[in-house]
T-cell receptor
C-alpha cells in the first residue's frame, strides 16, 4: 500500500518551454501533497505544500508564478515548471500523506534537464 | 528555525555489524519521527516511523526515540552491502504538516 507515482520519470526540454509533472497516489487518498527539488549531492528542498482544492503554500524563495501547482483531486497533484531554464534542471520529487496521518510517501521522482 | 541535524558521514561499517545512525532535532513540540533511505539517483523510501519514547523494531531495523534529549536513532543489525545508502532523518514540525529533513548520513557497508 501507499504507492505514489510520478510521470514522466525523465524529461528533456528546450529553454523557454513549460513542463508539467504529475503526481498520483495510487492506492490511497491524499489531502496533502508536497513537492521537493533535489540538486546532485544536495539535500531535499521543500518547494511547496499542496492541499486538495486550495492554493499551494510555497516555501520562501520559491517563485509561485514559475512553479505552478494544482491539486485538483485527492489523488492527483501537478507541478508545471513554466519557461524552464537550465538552472531549473533538477530532480523533482513529490510526496503524499494519507488522510489523518503525517507520514509522507514519496514518488519515484522526475529528472528534468533543460537544454 | 527548526532544525534536524545529522552527521553527513560517510559512516563505514563492516558487513554483518551493527550500523548506528543518529539525529538530533530542535523543535521540542515535534510529534512524529521518520527514517528514510535514499539510494543515489532515487527518491527517498520510508523505512520506519516512531511516535513514542523508546524502541521500535522492524526486522533488522530499530528506531530509538528520546524526546527529553531530542534525539532519534536508527540501528541496522546484520548490515548488508545493500544497506549502503543515504539515510534521512525527518521530523514533523509542531503545528503544521510539513516534515523537516536532515541532510542525511551516507552509510557504506564494507563487504
Amino acid at each position: 500500500g501507499a504507492v505514489v507515482s510520478q510521470h514522466p520519470s525523465w524529461v528533456i526540454c528546450k529553454s523557454g518551454t513549460s513542463v508539467k509533472i504529475e503526481c498520483r497516489s495510487l492506492d490511497f487518498q491524499a489531502t496533502t501533497m508536497f513537492w521537493y527539488r533535489q540538486f546532485p549531492k544536495q539535500s531535499l528542498m521543500l518547494m511547496a505544500t499542496s492541499n486538495e482544492g486550495s492554493k499551494a503554500t510555497y516555501e520562501q524563495g520559491v517563485e509561485k508564478d514559475k512553479f505552478l501547482i494544482n491539486h485538483a483531486s485527492l489523488t492527483l497533484s501537478t507541478l508545471t515548471v513554466t519557461s524552464a531554464h537550465p538552472e531549473d534542471s533538477s530532480f523533482y520529487i513529490c510526496s503524499a500523506s494519507q488522510i489523518g496521518t503525517d507520514t509522507q510517501y514519496f514518488g519515484p521522482g522526475t529528472r528534468l534537464t533543460v537544454l | 528555525q527548526k532544525e534536524v541535524e545529522q552527521n553527513s558521514g560517510p559512516l563505514s561499517v563492516p558487513e554483518g555489524a551493527i550500523a548506528s545512525l543518529n539525529c538530533t532535532y530542535s523543535d521540542r513540540g515535534s510529534q512524529s519521527f521518520f527514517w528514510y533511505r535514499q539510494y543515489s539517483g532515487k527518491s527517498p523510501e520510508l523505512i520506519m516511523f516512531i511516535y513514542s519514547n523508546g524502541d521500535k523494531e522492524d526486522g533488522r531495523f530499530t528506531a530509538q526515540l528520546n524526546k527529553a534529549s531530542q534525539y532519534v536513532s536508527l540501528l541496522i543489525r546484520d548490515s548488508q552491502p545493500s544497506d549502503s545508502a543515504t539515510y534521512l532523518c525527518a521530523v514533523t514540525g509542531s503545528g503544521d504538516d510539513k516534515i523537516i529533513f536532515g541532510k542525511g548520513t551516507r552509510l557504506h557497508i564494507l563487504p
